[in-house]
T-cell receptor, first 112, second 112 residues
Framework: DQQVKQNSPSLSVQEGRISILNCDYT??????FLWYKKYPAEGPTFLIS?????DKNEDGRFTVFLNKSAKHLSLHIVPSQPGDSAVYFC???????????FGKGTLLTVNP | DAGITQSPRYKITETGRQVTLMCHQT?????MFWYRQDLGHGLRLIYY???????DKGEVPDGYVVSRSKTENFPLTLESATRSQTSVYFC???????????FGPGTRLTVL
């Protein structure tokens, strides 16, 4: 049973426009959410996180929104740049241990 | 070099052979993790460790063995490799409950 779902395997946007990556979760015990970015032949790198006590967290061009009632979070990238082209993983933690549960990832392609 | 390293970066082995993937981190993080990344599955946790000599199973532990005699090292051993263990393996570490995980560059393992 997949507890963290990224239903869009891929997304293509134009440079300068907004990219919106979505993530749904089923485990109501999850209370901390993270986004990771992964380039080919490299390990994932942490991008941004949000605690369940917040509904929004912003860091430069990246904003994560959390809708707890819908068990949904999204990552907004504005404006999108070609260097943002990568696989983005959503991850969640329930606070009882140090494990993260990852989604399958979304491949973002930003076209010049 | 500071950070988290994995060796080898690429490995080809044959079915039935034993192979060990190495992971080393210089931050003295207590927590370390092994993941595998497969197309259509995202990142799945194999084993994790909360401290030296403390390890526990993740989502897909079958066929793998870990040890952690020193805080900085967390080797993953495939005792008798199978073709289904062909994957990219990532090691990660973290400093605390809400700390993001830092990933190594990965090891691409092919089992023939």
């Amino acid at each position: 049973d997949q507890q963290v779902k990224q239903n869009s395997p891929s997304l293509s946007v134009q440079e300068g426009r907004i990219s919106i990556l979505n993530c749904d979760y089923t485990n109501s015990m999850f209370d901390y959410f993270l986004w990771y970015k992964k380039y080919p032949a490299e390990g994932p790198t942490f991008l941004i996180s949000i605690s369940s006590i917040k509904d929004k967290n912003e860091d430069g061009r990246f904003t994560v929104f959390l809708n707890k009632s819908a068990k949904h979070l999204s990552l907004h990238i504005v404006p999108s740049q070609p260097g943002d082209s990568a696989v983005y993983f959503c991850a969640a933690s329930d606070g009882s241990n140090y494990k993260l549960t990852f989604g399958k990832g979304t491949l973002l392609t930003v076209n010049p | 070099d500071a950070g988290i390293t994995q060796s080898p970066r690429y490995k080809i082995t044959e079915t039935g052979r034993q192979v060990t993937l190495m992971c080393h981190q210089t931050w003295s993080h207590s927590y370390m993790f092994w993941y595998r990344q497969d197309l259509g599955h995202g990142l799945r946790l194999i084993y994790y460790s909360a401290a030296a000599d403390i390890t526990d199973k993740g989502e897909v532990p079958d066929g793998y063995v870990v040890s952690r005699s020193k805080t900085e090292n967390f080797p993953l051993t495939l005792e008798s490799a199978t073709r289904s263990q062909t994957s990219v393996y990532f090691c990660a570490s973290t400093h605390g409950l809400r700390g993001e995980q830092f990933f190594g560059p990965g090891t691409r393992l092919t089992v023939l």
